[in-house]
């Protein structure tokens, strides 16, 4: 988050604008499609129209309803029927079948594709998938695409998804392609670096740069986008803007009609000044301001350049961080292989404790306990989370309970993660101490399922 994107937010709210439609959300309707026209531009969308709303699962849920109608056009009226479902990769977010079900498609029509060690959707599985769809008479509505993920960056590459698809509607002689979107909620940011942008960060030049060698493989697998149909993005992710900040845009505004319900047709009237309602096709008719104007100032003050410097020195970060796990020794990172900029690391906690455990799942997470326990005294110590089940390389054999910081500053040097990393070393001397004395409570935190 940044001064003026906040500033923006407030102001927005204290106008108290509702973008509903032109006639009370006067031009922040307009500025919603000049944020979701240049974010698409970046992708090479000449055509691109969207959606600002609260987060990314509403992103998804655009994308899917967008999905439907376009397989289903009787659907707007006549709700779904038939056999339906839709893909999504095994290591994307775990919304996605809470999607189906609210869209009444059922969660059960979600089919999570196996992912390989890269995190990606395996092609061979996708279309083992597709083919089993089709030969159950079932129509494949939606593709939702992982784009990068808060742990282990799972991304697909667009192209190779495209390759698949195109490949099996032609074999099959398909009357319909399923709906491709990239869950980019998260990845979005590094559109900054495709159509040469990549080459403007002088850094990145030099031979063997790590950070180079990382956002150009992140390039590479969104090379394919020109064959998606929409993305998602969400400001108050990695875009210094506050909550809430999402994006749904789309390649063209077909989803205007595909949104609606299915008594309404766009045509050009629509767009003509003061007309346009955006109530027709938005799950939403209160609307706030708020994220549209935070947005549009971070494009206009830090610009696809600042932004993809921002993400460069974050990248960076994750250099500097990892040296100093190297350097101190005292815990390994695990995800040397993530293209993002997060890093897990494992915690070894001394033997006389971890022999009485059967994993290392039970100390982990009183360690963790511990950890917030004092935060929430308001000792000022470092915030950094825990991963349960973590799949090192993405192996469901190999698994574990890890630790996990992600750099949100891009000024951070040596010493401040030598720092960090001290004081959470610290804090796992007195924890162990305790828990030999079995001074350590019971394990009362619910530890949710690793968010994706
Ligand atoms: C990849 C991905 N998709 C979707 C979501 C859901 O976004 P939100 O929490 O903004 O609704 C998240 C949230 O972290 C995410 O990481």
């Known amino acids: 988050m940044r ?20 006639a ?20 090479g969308w000449d055509q691109a129209m969207g959606i600002a709303c609260n987060g990314g699962k509403i992103t998804l849920m655009y994308a899917i309803r967008s999905a439907l109608s376009r397989l289903l056009p009787d659907s707007q009226c006549q709700g779904l029927t038939g056999e339906t479902v839709v893909f999504s990769s095994e290591g994307g977010h775990y919304c996605v079948e809470h999607i189906a079900s609210q869209l009444g498609l059922g969660s059960d029509n979600c089919w999570r594709v196996p992912s390989n060690n890269a995190g990606q ?12 769809a089709h030969a159950q008479g079932k129509k494949i509505a939606a593709i939702i695409c992982a784009g990068g993920t808060t742990i282990n960056f799972n991304c ?41 942008g990549l080459k403007r960060l002088p850094a990145t030049q030099l031979p063997g740069n790590a950070v180079a060698q990382r956002l150009e493989a992140i390039c590479e697998r969104f090379s394919g986008l020109a064959h998606f149909d929409s993305f998602g993005v969400d400001f108050h992710k990695t875009g210094l803007c506050p909550y809430n900040n999402s994006y749904f845009v789309s390649q063209d505004r077909r989803f205007m009609d595909e949104l609606g319900d299915g008594k309404y047709r766009f045509s050009e009237r629509d767009f003509e000044p003061g007309q346009l ?22 494009l206009k003050k830090f610009g696809k350049q600042g932004l993809g410097a921002y993400i460069f020195r974050l990248q960076q970060g994750r250099e500097t961080l990892v040296a100093a ?60 989370s825990i991963v349960p089940n973590y799949r090192i390389n993405n192996d469901p054999a190999d698994v574990t309970t890890a630790f996990l910081l992600t750099p949100c500053h891009t000024e951070l040097t040596n010493d401040d993660w030598d720092w960090v990393l001290r004081q959470i070393a610290e804090q796992k001397v007195v924890f162990e101490t305790r ?13 949710e399922r690793p968010i994706k």
Request: charged content about 20%.
């Open 156 to 196: 697909e590459d667009t192209r190779v998804i495209h390759e698949v698809v195109e490949g099996f509607v032609s074999r099959e002689a398909l009357s319909y392609r399923p709906y491709l979107h990239l869950d980019s909620v998260i990845g979005w940011v590094y559109f900054t670096l495709l159509q040469g």
């Open 435 to 447: 828990y030999r004395q079995r001074q350590i409570s019971q394990v009362s935190e619910h530890f």
């Open 325 to 384: 796990i190297k350097r101190q020794a005292l815990f390994t990172q695990l995800n040397e292989k993530t293209l993002g900029h997060e890093v897990v690391f494992l915690i070894p906690f001394a033997s006389d404790l971890s022999s009485r455990c059967v994993t290392n799942d039970e100390l982990a997470k009183a360690f963790m306990q511990h950890c917030w326990q004092l935060t929430n005294t308001g000792v000022q110590f470092p915030l950094f």
């Open 121 to 132: 959707m395996c092609p061979k599985a996708l279309l083992l998938l597709m083919e089993r």
């Open 3 to 22: 001064p003026p994107t906040v500033a923006a937010a407030n102001l927005a709210n204290a106008y108290n604008i509702n973008s509903l439609m032109e």
């Open 277 to 298: 309602r955006a109530y027709r096709y938005t799950f939403e008719n209160s609307r706030g301001a708020s994220g549209i104007l935070s947005s549009w100032v971070a």
């Open 24 to 43: 009370f959300g006067g031009e922040s309707l307009l500025v919603e499609q000049k944020v979701a026209r240049t974010l698409g531009k970046w992708v």
